[in-house]
Nanobody
Framework: QVQLVESGGGLVQPGGSLRLSCAASGFSMEDYVVGWFRQAPGKEREGVSCISSSVNSNGRRFHIDSVKGRFTISRDDAKNMVYLQMNSLKPEDTATYFC???????????????????WGQGTQVTVSS
């Protein structure tokens, strides 16, 4: 049974940093694309960042324009973990952040953010002074 459990969210002031973690279990993550989505109150869920497996697209990463240069996704396949380092946080980054992965090893990271079958329960990030 695939499980994704996020942690690391919280309240931070504008300009601050947070590091989200996602612990995967029930499968070996190394062959699958993983990513992060977010959903702010009253808004649609959006893909934020993703990273391909090392054997598919050589670990290619993608970040949406609004977080490029501030957020960095990474993965540690030995630990079955995914991370999202978030720096220079802005109030508009406030949202629930979800870790995602696919059931197919053929999906890879792209700006289309499609092919994600498994979702974590989410972790809340609030950026406010």
């Amino acid at each position: 049974q695939v499980q994704l459990v996020e942690s690391g969210g919280g309240l931070v002031q504008p300009g601050g940093s947070l590091r989200l973690s996602c612990a995967a279990s029930g499968f070996s993550m190394e062959d699958y694309v993983v990513g992060w989505f977010r959903q702010a109150p009253g808004k649609e869920r959006e893909g934020v960042s993703c990273i391909s497996s090392s054997v598919n697209s050589n670990g290619r990463r993608f970040h949406i324009d609004s977080v490029k240069g501030r957020f960095t996704i990474s993965r540690d396949d030995a630990k079955n973990m995914v991370y999202l380092q978030m720096n220079s946080l802005k109030p508009e980054d406030t949202a629930t952040y979800f870790c995602v992965t696919s059931r197919s090893p053929y999906y890879y990271c792209s700006g289309f953010f499609t092919g994600y079958d498994y979702w974590g329960q989410g972790t809340q990030v609030t950026v406010s002074s």
